[in-house]
Each structure stands twice: as structure tokens, then as C-alpha cells.
């Protein structure tokens, strides 16, 4: 592992950027930890089924002179963390099969206890379907639906056929920490920590990184992550933030995911949403920074708000996280700081990885901002590791090819009991 400086095991910058006119501040804030909560899934009664009517006024259905089918599913009964999934479909009971382009619009009765991730109103696919996530804010009851937005169904369907709807009671598990509606947990942008946290050993036992090979430097294997992350752990209690589990498929994960699930496990130790997924063209970018070793620049267009980070010489994510989160400040000296931008007590510069990574460019609250992150490992700053923050101007702006909810959230460990 590349030694830039006497006693600091990496080195790292920070850049971030915001569009003229677009919000920073948070909205509401998630209050629970999402990786410490179990959504029960219970249908209620009638939650699912069909609805169909002859003489069906879409166009799509006149063909086949059938009638509007209605179907609505629910993620898997009992889910780890306070992330659901719904989904929903719409076909036409004749052959012309499924309806695309048919606007849903999900809602939460009370809105207290969970949150929509991203649109609340999402257009059916080409196969008919839809899917939402809900992000848990405190624990309790509340009931879900689905419906046909109504306009457009009118227009399509006419009025009778447009009260569809499937519900659900969701319930959050019992024995889960107090909830406190409109707070956070730890610490959060744009307050910063008061000092360094201690420094974990230069290369934990554990760990064994490469010596060449296309990961020179890198241990990608879940104890060597773990080793780092006991530190984490222990700097998150001193917050009073909630401990994090790295997930069982963490080995099998590329750098750039991992990278990622480190940073979305940063935001739910705190209560606040976890990054949704990782977008192709912004891990190119990712990666083109950290090729350069630099941070990655954003797109030209398509956001609101961004950010990146770029570390040298971290030999695991957990470790480049660490440094990132918790050894972000000023060192005592400028030959023991780790941040290539804190230049003294209170530089502006100090911290500004961790409010990157926690959203303060993006919004801390954020529920639809996306991430790209990068690897190379040849060169004197080896491991080169990046990090890619956006809050995008619409809705789909940027495809994603691994998500917080279908590629870790199943692979977290259930809370006891």
C-alpha cells in the first residue's frame, strides 16, 4: 500500500458541486435506523386479486372487448430493514395483455411510519408492472395502497373501472430502538465531529492485500472488511449512531459495490436513506477519477446536486470509508492530517469527505440520489479508490444495474429474534 505521508495509511480529496437554485436543506428525516428495523408484511383482507369489467373503454383492451385486470404483490413477507417492496400490474383480460404506460400511484395512511423512495407515481412498464419502495421512518403500523391515478384512468377506462386499489398493513417489528420523528441518529451535516476518532492498525492481521495481480493492494475478503469495520463500529456508538453488518455476499461483490454498500451502511447508521443504487455511466466517470487519482468529476448535465471522493492507498473499502468518515479532520499537523484539503484546524476543507458521502450537496435527506464509485490499482497512490455522489434532475435519469434494496438489503443479517 502506497505511503504518502508519515503515520497516515491514505491520502484523500473531496469535491462537490451544486446546481444554482436547487435545494440543499433535508426534507423529513427517516428516524430509525433502516438496517435495524423487520417490516412484516400481512396482506389485509382483499389486499390482492383481480377487478375486471366488460365493455372497457381503452384502447389498448377494445381488440380483445376485455375487461381491466388488477393484481398487486408485496415484497417477500418479513424484509430486513425498514425497506419494502411493492409491486403492482395491470393487464386487460383480453389478448392485447398487459397495459403499459397506465400511471400508479402509491400512498402510506399514516405517512408517519413509512416513506415513499423516489416517485410516489410511476407508469406501468411494458409488462404491465410497477414497483415502489418505501423507506421506514419510525416504527408502527400504517396501511399501503396502490391505486390507478385517477385522470389517467378516466381517460382511458372510464371512472367506473378506476376504483382499484390493493392495500396492505405493514408493522413494524417490536423491541426496535425509540423512534424520534424528525431526527437523525450521530452525527450529521451540517454539524461536523469534533475531532479524529482513533486510528486502526496500519494493516489489521486479518488482512492480506496483494502484492500484484489486478487487485495489487486490495483486500476485497469479508474479514479484512470486518477488521476496519469493528472500528467503525465503535466510532458510531461514540456518535450515538447504531452498529452496521457488513452482508454475507460482501466477497462476491466487485471494489465499486463495495465502495457502495459501505457508504449506504454510513446513512443507515444514522437514519437517513441509503443511496439507491450504482449507475454504469457514473462508475465510468468513477472510474476515470480514480484513474487519475482524483475525484470524479460529474456528468455535464442530468442533477441537481454532487459530489466525489477520492482515496489513495486504502487496502479495503471499510478502510477507505473509515478514513473518509471518521479521520477527516485535522490531524495536529499538517504530516498526520489524511485529508489532502484540510490544511489546518478549521479549513473548509476538513470533513468534506464525510459530508460528501452523508449528503450535504445532495441532500442528507435524499431518497432518489444515485452513486458511482471506481477502483485501479497501478501507480504510486495504489489502491486509487472514488466515490460519485448525484441527486438527479428526474426521476430514471440514470439506469442501475445494483441497488441498495435487490443486491444487499437481502443479504444483511436479521435482527435477534
Same mark, same amino acid.
Given at each position: 500500500?502506497?505511503?504518502?505521508?508519515?503515520?497516515?495509511?491514505?491520502?484523500?480529496?473531496?469535491?462537490?458541486?451544486?446546481?444554482?437554485?436547487?435545494?440543499?436543506?433535508?426534507?423529513?428525516?427517516?428516524?430509525?435506523?433502516?438496517?435495524?428495523?423487520?417490516?412484516?408484511?400481512?396482506?389485509?383482507?382483499?389486499?390482492?386479486?383481480?377487478?375486471?369489467?366488460?365493455?372497457?373503454?381503452?384502447?389498448?383492451?377494445?381488440?380483445?372487448?376485455?375487461?381491466?385486470?388488477?393484481?398487486?404483490?408485496?415484497?417477500?413477507?418479513? =424484509?430486513?430493514?425498514?425497506?419494502?417492496?411493492?409491486?403492482?400490474?395491470?393487464?386487460?383480460?383480453?389478448?392485447?395483455?398487459?397495459?403499459?404506460?397506465?400511471?400508479?400511484?402509491?400512498?402510506?395512511?399514516?405517512?408517519?411510519?413509512?416513506?415513499?423512495?423516489?416517485?410516489?407515481?410511476?407508469?406501468?412498464?411494458?409488462?404491465?408492472?410497477?414497483?415502489?419502495?418505501?423507506?421506514? %421512518?419510525?416504527?408502527?403500523?400504517?396501511?399501503?395502497?396502490?391505486?390507478?391515478?385517477?385522470? &389517467?384512468? %378516466?381517460?382511458?377506462?372510464?371512472?367506473?373501472?378506476?376504483?382499484?386499489?390493493?392495500?396492505?398493513?405493514?408493522?413494524?417489528? %417490536?423491541?426496535?430502538?425509540?423512534?424520534?420523528?424528525? =431526527?437523525?441518529?450521530?452525527?450529521?451535516?451540517?454539524?461536523?465531529?469534533? =475531532?479524529?476518532?482513533?486510528?486502526?492498525?496500519?494493516?489489521?492481521?486479518?488482512?492480506?492485500?496483494?502484492?500484484?495481480?489486478?487487485?495489487?493492494?486490495?483486500?476485497?475478503?469479508?474479514?479484512?472488511?470486518?477488521?476496519?469495520?469493528?472500528?467503525?463500529?465503535?466510532?458510531?456508538?461514540?456518535?450515538?449512531?447504531?452498529?452496521?453488518?457488513?452482508?454475507?455476499?460482501?466477497?462476491?461483490?466487485?471494489? %465499486?459495490?463495495?465502495?457502495?454498500?459501505?457508504?449506504?451502511?454510513? =446513512?443507515? &447508521?444514522?437514519?437517513?436513506?441509503?443511496?439507491?443504487?450504482?449507475?454504469?455511466?457514473?462508475?465510468?466517470?468513477?472510474?476515470?477519477?480514480?484513474?487519475?487519482?482524483?475525484?470524479?468529476?460529474?456528468?455535464?448535465?442530468?442533477?441537481?446536486?454532487?459530489?466525489?471522493?477520492?482515496?489513495?492507498?486504502?487496502?479495503?473499502?471499510?478502510?477507505?470509508?473509515?478514513?473518509?468518515?471518521?479521520?477527516?479532520?485535522?490531524?495536529?499537523?499538517?504530516?498526520?492530517?489524511?485529508?489532502?484539503?484540510?490544511?489546518?484546524?478549521?479549513?473548509?476543507?476538513?470533513?468534506?469527505?464525510?459530508?460528501?458521502?452523508?449528503?450535504?450537496?445532495?441532500?442528507?435527506?435524499?431518497?432518489?440520489?444515485?452513486?458511482?464509485?471506481?477502483?485501479?490499482?497501478?501507480?504510486?497512490?495504489?489502491?486509487?479508490?472514488?466515490?460519485?455522489?448525484?441527486?438527479?434532475?428526474?426521476?430514471?435519469?440514470?439506469?442501475?444495474?445494483?441497488?441498495?434494496?435487490?443486491?444487499?438489503?437481502?443479504?444483511?443479517?436479521?435482527? &435477534?429474534?
Amino acid at each position: 500500500m502506497a505511503m504518502t505521508r508519515a503515520r497516515c495509511r491514505a491520502t484523500s480529496s473531496s469535491r462537490s458541486y451544486r446546481i444554482a437554485g436547487a435545494l440543499a436543506a433535508p426534507v423529513v428525516a427517516v428516524a430509525a435506523p433502516l438496517a435495524a428495523l423487520t417490516a412484516t408484511v400481512a396482506p389485509a383482507a382483499g389486499a390482492s386479486g383481480t377487478h375486471a369489467r366488460p365493455a372497457v373503454t381503452a384502447a389498448a383492451c377494445l381488440a380483445g372487448q376485455g375487461g381491466l385486470s388488477w393484481s398487486g404483490s408485496y415484497g417477500g413477507g418479513s =424484509r430486513v430493514g425498514s425497506v419494502l417492496e411493492v409491486s403492482a400490474t395491470v393487464t386487460c383480460a383480453g389478448p392485447n395483455g398487459p397495459v403499459a404506460g397506465l400511471p400508479l400511484t402509491i400512498s402510506a395512511v399514516p405517512a408517519g411510519h413509512f416513506k415513499v423512495q423516489g416517485p410516489a407515481t410511476v407508469a406501468t412498464s411494458a409488462t404491465g408492472s410497477a414497483a415502489f419502495h418505501l423507506v421506514g %421512518a419510525a416504527p408502527g403500523a400504517t396501511t399501503v395502497a396502490v391505486t390507478v391515478a385517477s385522470a &389517467a384512468c %378516466a381517460a382511458s377506462f372510464g371512472a367506473s373501472d378506476c376504483n382499484l386499489s390493493f392495500k396492505t398493513t405493514v408493522q413494524a417489528a %417490536a423491541g426496535l430502538p425509540p423512534a424520534h420523528p424528525g =431526527r437523525t441518529f450521530g452525527i450529521v451535516p451540517p454539524r461536523d465531529p469534533a =475531532r479524529n476518532s482513533a486510528n486502526p492498525p496500519y494493516q489489521p492481521a486479518a488482512c492480506h492485500p496483494p502484492a500484484g495481480g489486478p487487485t495489487k493492494g486490495y483486500d476485497p475478503s469479508l474479514a479484512c472488511a470486518q477488521a476496519f469495520l469493528h472500528y467503525t463500529n465503535l466510532a458510531l456508538a461514540t456518535e450515538g449512531a447504531h452498529p452496521v453488518a457488513l452482508p454475507s455476499n460482501w466477497a462476491h461483490l466487485t471494489v %465499486a459495490e463495495q465502495l457502495f454498500v459501505t457508504a449506504d451502511l454510513e =446513512r443507515v &447508521a444514522r437514519g437517513l436513506p441509503p443511496y439507491v443504487g450504482l449507475s454504469t455511466s457514473l462508475d465510468a466517470l468513477a472510474q476515470a477519477g480514480a484513474a487519475a487519482n482524483n475525484d470524479p468529476n460529474p456528468p455535464q448535465s442530468g442533477y441537481l446536486g454532487a459530489s466525489s471522493n477520492w482515496a489513495g492507498g486504502s487496502i479495503a473499502a471499510t478502510d477507505a470509508d473509515y478514513e473518509w468518515v471518521y479521520l477527516d479532520g485535522w490531524g495536529g499537523s499538517k504530516a498526520n492530517t489524511n485529508n489532502l484539503d484540510c490544511t489546518s484546524p478549521r479549513a473548509s476543507g476538513c470533513w468534506g469527505h464525510r459530508n460528501d458521502l452523508l449528503g450535504q450537496y445532495t441532500g442528507v435527506e435524499c431518497t432518489d440520489c444515485v452513486m458511482g464509485a471506481g477502483a485501479t490499482f497501478t501507480g504510486n497512490e495504489a489502491p486509487s479508490l472514488t466515490e460519485l455522489f448525484i441527486e438527479p434532475q428526474h426521476a430514471g435519469e440514470y439506469p442501475l444495474y445494483f441497488t441498495w434494496v435487490k443486491n444487499v438489503l437481502p443479504y444483511l443479517p436479521h435482527p &435477534a429474534g
